[in-house]
Structures are given as structure tokens and as C-alpha cells.
């Protein structure tokens, strides 16, 4: 019998489905294939990143200060 779902780390192998390593992917088209908002599935990439799944850069935007871009690491 199986134990309950985490559904953070359900989220987390949703977000590793998403992302490739090319192209790289925005926050935004992440965010719109999970049917998530931006706020919530940032720190949840950046989780990711912080245990090395995936990979990001900085890139400056006109008209904003920066999109972050991802992919598999």
C-alpha cells in the first residue's frame, strides 16, 4: 500500500517534465504548462536548482529588469 503523495515533490517532477535543457524556458511558460502562477512556481525552480536538477540565467529584458530562463541541468 502506498503512503501519501507529497504534492510539493509532485510539483517538482511536474516542473522537471516541463523543462529541457534546450531551448532554455521562462518562469512564465513554465508557469502557464503547470497551470500555476509565477509566484509560486519560482521558488519552486529555484528549489530544483538548489539541488542541482536544473540550471538558470539572468537575461535583461526591455520594459523589465530580467527574465530568468531554465533548463535541465
Do not use: C
Request: hydrophobic share 35%.
Amino acid at each position: 500500500m502506498k503512503g501519501p503523495v507529497d504534492p510539493r515533490a509532485e510539483r517538482k517532477r511536474q516542473a522537471l517534465s516541463i523543462i529541457t535543457e534546450e531551448p532554455w524556458s521562462t518562469t512564465e511558460e513554465i508557469a502557464s504548462e503547470m497551470l500555476m502562477s509565477k509566484a509560486f512556481v519560482q521558488p519552486l525552480l529555484m528549489e530544483l536548482h538548489n539541488e542541482g536538477k536544473v540550471t538558470y540565467q539572468q537575461k535583461s529584458q526591455p520594459r523589465r529588469k530580467y527574465v530568468l530562463l531554465w533548463r535541465a541541468a
